[in-house]
């Protein structure tokens, strides 16, 4: 168990996942591989952060696959740290992906309300 409460989970495929919710994603996403609706699944695929020619770190996202043509790179995230912030846009920038975050996170109410009175 980690200090966010995650237990280590292994899916219908036999993986080892750090919490139930990405054992569960990577049983939806063997599903949709199967049904032809993404391809190419991989399973921690890893991104090295390099600047200046200088490995700082090397950053693994949970999953990634192919829907039609565009590479798809998920992160099961239950907790948005600064530290994985920070990954994230540096190996968006570095590398000219995306990162999707599942669940996906819903937009505040107070910043919905704040751009409404702005408009």
């Known amino acids: 168990m980690t200090k966010y409460s995650a237990k280590r989970t292994a899916c219908a495929h036999g993986h080892v996942h750090d919490s139930k919710i990405e054992a569960a994603r990577c049983d939806t996403l063997h599903t949709l591989q199967q049904t032809?609706?993404?391809s190419r699944l991989e399973m921690q695929p890893e991104f090295p952060i390099v600047i200046d020619g200088r490995h700082i770190c090397t950053y693994r996202a949970d999953f990634a696959y192919f829907s039609s043509t565009c590479r798809i790179v998920e992160d099961v995230k239950g907790?948005?740290?600064p530290v994985y912030r920070l990954k994230k846009k540096l190996v968006e920038a570095l590398h000219g992906v995306v990162i999707a975050e599942f669940?996906?996170?819903?937009?505040k109410a107070r910043k919905a309300k704040?751009?409404?009175?702005?408009a």
Do not use: E, M, Y
């Not at 669940?103 to 937009?107: E, I, L, M, S, T």
């Open 36 to 38: 032809g609706n993404i």
């Open 79 to 81: 907790v948005l740290t």
């Open 103 to 107: 669940p996906p996170r819903k937009r």
């Open 114 to 118: 704040k751009a409404r009175a702005a």
